[in-house]
């Protein structure tokens, strides 16, 4: 499962805050900062739907300074080129 997070730009250690929490939840296996109206991007794993929900409600949302999230399922990976066409 993907989370994209957009942080409240209006405190001045959001970014630091939330990254340094973020490193801490045990589902979270990646994390990917954005330019854009996306700050992150985080990739959270979890055994079933029960599990997700429950690191969804108790560990990501309680994450600091969150001011929008969308979560997003893989459903299939369509294209991907690992050579690079140079």
Known sequence: MSLRVTLDKT???AFDEFLK???EV???VEIQTFLG??????SVIAQDMGH???VYR???LTLPHIADIEPLMHVARIKA??????
């Open 11 to 13: 405190v001045a250690a």
């Open 21 to 23: 929490a973020a490193r």
């Open 26 to 28: 045990p589902e979270v």
């Open 37 to 42: 109206r996306v700050d992150v991007r985080l």
């Open 52 to 54: 997700y929900q429950r």
């Open 58 to 60: 108790t560990r990501v």
């Open 81 to 86: 080129d690992e050579r690079l066409p140079i």
